[in-house]
Nanobody, 113 residues
């Protein structure tokens, strides 16, 4: 079965950095588009960044210039988050699609002021 397992979340101060990882199994990772979503308390889940199998990326306006999505050639997608702000505080979810959407369990990112 398809499994997505996030890691790398934590507590950081404003201006700090974190690198999230999502290990993927059960799909042809090299062909699958991968996404990072986040959901803050009381807010809707929103798309943060995406990357296609070919490496094309897209970002939410709120994170452009600060976040970078990437993937290795094997099974992991990353989200490098720099210049973090309190507004980035959320649970971050890895996502892909193979006949149906798949989600990781989420990893908490908290940015203190």
């Amino acid at each position: 079965q398809v499994q997505l397992v996030e890691s790398g979340g934590g507590l950081v101060q404003t201006g700090g950095s974190l690198r999230l990882s999502c290990a993927v199994s059960g799909i042809n990772f090299r062909l699958a588009a991968m996404n990072w979503y986040r959901q803050a308390p009381g807010k809707e889940r929103e798309l943060v960044a995406g990357i296609t199998g070919g490496g094309t990326t897209n970002y939410a306006d709120s994170v452009k210039g600060r976040f970078t999505i990437s993937r290795d050639g094997k099974n992991t997608v990353y989200l490098q988050m720099n210049s973090l702000k309190p507004e980035d505080t959320a649970v971050y979810y890895c996502n892909t699609y193979f006949r149906t959407p798949y989600w990781g369990q989420g990893t908490q990112v908290t940015v203190s002021s």
